[in-house]
T-cell receptor, first 114, second 113 residues
Framework: DTGVSQDPRHKITKRGQNVTFRCDPI?????LYWYRQTLGQGPEFLTY????????KSRLLSDRFSAERPKGSFSTLEIQRTEQGDSAMYLC????????????FGPGTRLLVL | GENVEQHPSTLSVQEGDSAVIKCTYS??????FPWYKQELGKRPQLIID?????GEKKDQRIAVTLNKTAKHFSLHITETQPEDSAVYFC????????????FGPGTSLSVIP
């Protein structure tokens, strides 16, 4: 499968625990995006990378969230001290170049914080 | 920043009828407008997109129109089929190096057989 992949697909955790998600973009895609989607809403932008550089981070993202893309390939999204409000689907997408290019989404990681 | 609104939030049509979903955006610098379809439990998938140098684009039963002056764009689905039932998201972005795609809240389309 040469599409965007994410791991894990589902994660259940207790409030206060840390979680880390991984995204593997389509190879050679320079841009990688993280979104959060809650039920009945559109994907909400969190952050994005151009190669290994994190170019923008949403103001909605608290300092408990951090993302990395150390080698310009896969990316990780970590949530520290999870809260029940963090429960959502976390989607990753990649595109070949800058804005104006099709974003291809991964299957998402569904997080449930108890 | 960019803000994208979408109407209606839910839409029911009889099989074979047409469906129209309308979106507005706030940033006049936006010039790329993709539409995504998301079936229940699945990832969003691009179905059609349009750029600001084009007023209309068609792909089989799907068409998108863009009015840059009014900052409106619309999705038209003709001869709807039950498999068209899904949530549809419009989105907008610019083409400068550091822009991002902003999604609308979605329209849940139900096609009744």
């Amino acid at each position: 499968d040469t599409g965007v992949s994410q791991d894990p697909r589902h994660k259940i955790t207790k409030r206060g625990q840390n979680v880390t998600f991984r995204c593997d973009p389509i190879s050679e895609h320079n841009r990688l995006y993280w979104y959060r989607q809650t039920l009945g809403q559109g994907p909400e932008f969190l952050t994005y990378f151009q190669n290994e550089a994190q170019l923008e981070k949403s103001r909605l993202l608290s300092d408990r969230f951090s993302a990395e893309r150390p080698k310009g390939s896969f990316s990780t999204l970590e949530i520290q001290r999870t809260e029940q409000g963090d429960s959502a689907m976390y989607l990753c997408a990649s595109s070949l170049h800058a804005g104006g290019e099709t974003q291809y989404f991964g299957p998402g990681t569904r997080l449930l914080v108890l | 920043g960019e803000n994208v609104e979408q109407h209606p939030s839910t839409l029911s049509v009889q099989e074979g009828d047409s469906a129209v979903i309308k979106c507005t955006y706030s940033d006049s610098a936006s010039n790329y407008f993709p539409w995504y379809k998301q079936e229940l439990g699945k990832r969003p998938q691009l179905i059609i997109d349009i750029r600001s140098n084009v007023g209309e684009k068609k792909d089989q039963r799907i068409a998108v129109t863009l009015n840059k002056t009014a900052k409106h764009f619309s999705l038209h689905i003709t001869e709807t089929q039950p498999e068209d039932s899904a949530v549809y998201f419009c989105a907008a972005s610019g083409e400068t190096s550091y822009d991002k795609v902003i999604f609308g809240p979605g329209t849940s389309l139900s096609v009744i057989p």
